[in-house]
């Protein structure tokens, strides 16, 4: 098996594994070493082909290989290179890697709006945490920006093209989970768009997943704009027994109260869904008894969804607890009613 070095930390991994992936392996197996993971903006680990277009994922290679130990001259894409057996990585120790990523980052928010505080996304965004990490205070950009006005491409999907940062996922969503593709990326370079040609076009059963790949606030489930900030609602895992057989019926509840505001697949650390559910799931089951509630979610990703929300362990351990005193069955009932 290969061996690896990224940010001092080494790691053997399978044949054919990518830089990002064996970064996630590092990731994975501890917490405190997530900052050798680079981010990814395109990439998706369960859709084949991705990756490759956004260059947010870049790293510097060092070392090439024991057999061939010369640097790679120029930052690569962690998503689409494999590893080579000695290689030694720098993810956040170079800085002139960590300028390259920055210089990235800028171009990608040459043309995005600085409109989250009305966007959905905003507190979920792939996009804030980068430019939080890497962003400029302003931009060096005296251009007309581009612009486009929202348009509705299915019953349940609203396009802000103006948001869009043409990673591609929800294309490949499209083409490899979804009959009869009607949409995808129209004209070239800095004209280039999401487009269907005609409104309203995406009927496909599983065409909400776009709106979970989405990076951004791009994508937009018509069913919950504007319904409420997802650091106010309360997200809860559930199934159902799902008739389709492609969906498990595996999702999260986004939940005001009892109100089911909204459905979406579950995410992984990484921001991936795990298992991609149906429409029938996604929009047409709000109501709560339609759901076999888990328990609470667990945002594993650094997120203000976590923030001030409640301590899973904690609200467990009341809610289990076998003999309270009165001052723990008052927060108990507390928990019971939140």
């Not at 890697?97 to 995005?112: C, K, P, Y």
Request: some cysteine; aromatic content about 6%; charged content about 30%.
């Amino acid at each position: 098996m290969p061996k690896v070095t990224i940010d001092g930390i080494a790691i053997d991994v399978p044949e054919g594994t990518t830089i990002l992936q064996a970064a996630r392996m590092i990731g994975e197996r501890d917490k405190a070493d997530r900052h050798v993971v680079p981010p990814a903006m395109c990439y998706y680990t369960s859709l084949k082909t991705s990756g490759g277009y956004c260059r947010t994922c870049i790293v510097k290679v060092t070392k090439g290989s024991e057999k061939d130990p010369r640097p790679m001259p120029k930052p690569v894409a962690s998503c689409r290179t494999n590893v080579m057996d000695g290689m030694e990585v720098a993810n956040t120790t170079d800085p002139g890697l960590v300028d390259a990523r920055n210089g990235v980052v800028e171009m990608l928010l040459i043309n995005h709006p600085l409109d989250c505080p009305i966007c959905d996304q905003a507190g979920e965004c792939h996009l804030q945490d980068l430019s939080y990490e890497n962003g400029k205070e302003a931009s060096r950009y005296e251009f007309e920006r581009r612009t486009f006005e929202p348009i509705d491409i299915g019953e349940t999907i609203k396009l802000h093209m103006t948001r869009c940062i043409l990673c591609y996922r929800c294309v490949k969503v499209a083409d490899q989970l979804t009959d009869d593709r009607v949409h995808g990326v129209i004209n070239r370079g800095d004209v280039s768009e999401i487009s269907t040609y005609i409104q309203n076009a995406i009927e496909n059963d599983f065409s909400g997943n776009m709106i979970d790949v989405c990076p951004v606030g791009a994508l937009t489930d018509r069913t919950f704009r504007f319904a409420s900030r997802v650091w106010f609602t309360k997200p809860v895992d559930a199934h159902r027994n799902c008739e389709n057989p492609k969906c498990k019926g595996h999702v999260v509840l986004w939940l005001k109260g009892n109100e089911v505001l909204r459905v979406t697949g579950r995410k992984d650390m990484w921001g991936e869904v795990e298992s991609f559910i149906c429409n029938t799931c996604r929009f047409d089951k709000k109501d709560l008894a339609a759901w076999t509630v888990e328990g609470p979610r667990q945002i594993d990703r650094h997120s203000v969804i976590a923030q001030g929300h409640y301590n899973l362990e904690r609200k467990q351990a009341l809610l289990t607890s076998p003999a309270p005193n009165v001052p723990e069955l008052a927060k108990r009932k507390e928990l019971k009613d939140r």
